[in-house]
């Protein structure tokens, strides 16, 4: 059965920094994209960062030049470093693993975790 576990989150006061991580487990065929999403309350969930196995990476542009996102493709591992901390950025942050269905990953279907909370004070 494949899990995506995050952790990581918390509070932080604005100017400040956290570390989020996740972990995919379960997939023979390993992962594809990794990458983070993030929703306020009230708001619909967004995309905040992701990292494919081969190293592309992808941002919003609201967190370009803040956050960086990284991996660790032997421990199906995506990590996301978040400097410079907005209230803005307060949401609860998801992982989303797209676990490979076949060799070579021509198939995959996307698997998401519970959430971790991030709140950023002012």
């Known amino acids: 059965q494949v899990q995506v576990a995050e952790s990581g989150g918390g509070l932080v006061q604005a100017g400040g920094s956290l570390r989020l991580s996740c972990t995919g487990s379960g997939s023979a065929y390993g992962f594809n994209a990794m990458g983070w999403y993030r929703q306020a309350p009230g708001k619909q969930r967004e995309l905040v960062a992701t990292a494919t196995s081969s190293g592309n990476t992808n941002y919003a542009d609201s967190v370009k030049g803040r956050f960086t996102i990284s991996r660790d493709n032997a421990k199906n591992t995506v990590y996301l470093e978040m400097n410079s901390l907005k209230p803005e950025d307060t949401a609860v942050y998801y992982c989303?693993?797209?676990?490979?269905?076949?060799?070579?990953?021509?198939?995959?279907?996307?698997?998401w975790g519970q959430g971790t909370q991030v709140t950023v004070s002012s």
């Open positions: 989303k693993a797209r676990g490979c269905l076949n060799y070579g990953c021509y198939v995959g279907s996307d698997y």
